[in-house]
């Protein structure tokens, strides 16, 4: 993706359609598995005040806040702090709020202090060493769970080659690495493996691809990429999967 914050505010507000809920039975089984995880490397939630970064439909934020002291969600989409908010007020969390806010033009003592835990996962938000050390002031304690260097998806990968643009994953924890090795951090980082499927209509599967060739520069060729989905759909629904490596990381300092 260009990272500008149109192609930005575009890309999650449309992947807010059909994003995932924080509760939904999948969802809450790899999130379970990643916190536990995130425990064995000596992160702590019990009782913390969290502060989840890009937060989206509150996978983390949502999902920690019974067993968090309190629990703030910042995110830049406001379709996904809508879904925050109705998840919130259908389950009845007490504790948890959300914040619509760019993580970069978030001023630093809005947050300084204020948390015992910052998080950000598979998220755009964290990627220079300003928003990094905006993280280090608002918390003792950080983590950050981002793509590592593997992305692969069968359909996207022939949608965007015929397009002229490369299907990759996002630079993420790499970046995140090199500036935390410049700064002198002595992170712990633990890499694992997941997949997801994902099944829509032919349309809604056009609109999101158009969605993901316009945020990358280019012009969807409709008659071609229609023609494919009407080829791949099976009982109205075109099927996806997506496996990918992701490098969790936490660090004090």
Known sequence: MKGTRANEKLFWNNRARNY???FDRETSAKTGRILRLLEGMGVEFKGRRILDIGCGTGVYALRLANRARAALGVDSSPEMLKLFRAERRRRGIKNASCLLSVWSA???????????LALASMTMAVKTRADILKMEKAAPRRVYIGWAGLRRNALL???YARHGV???????????LKELKALGREPKVRYIRDCWEKKASPAATLRDIEVGLTVNG???????????????ARKG??????SV???LITWTN
């Open 20 to 22: 995932p809920l924080p």
């Open 106 to 116: 978030l001023p630093a003592a809005r947050v300084a202090g204020r948390f015992d």
């Open 157 to 159: 990968e022939k949608v």
């Open 166 to 176: 490369k299907y990759q994953a996002p630079e993420g924890a790499a970046a995140v």
């Open 218 to 232: 280019a012009k969807m060729d409709r008659e071609w990429v229609e023609g494919l989905l009407k080829r791949m």
């Open 237 to 242: 629904l075109v099927r996806q999967t997506t």
């Open 245 to 247: 490596r992701k490098a």
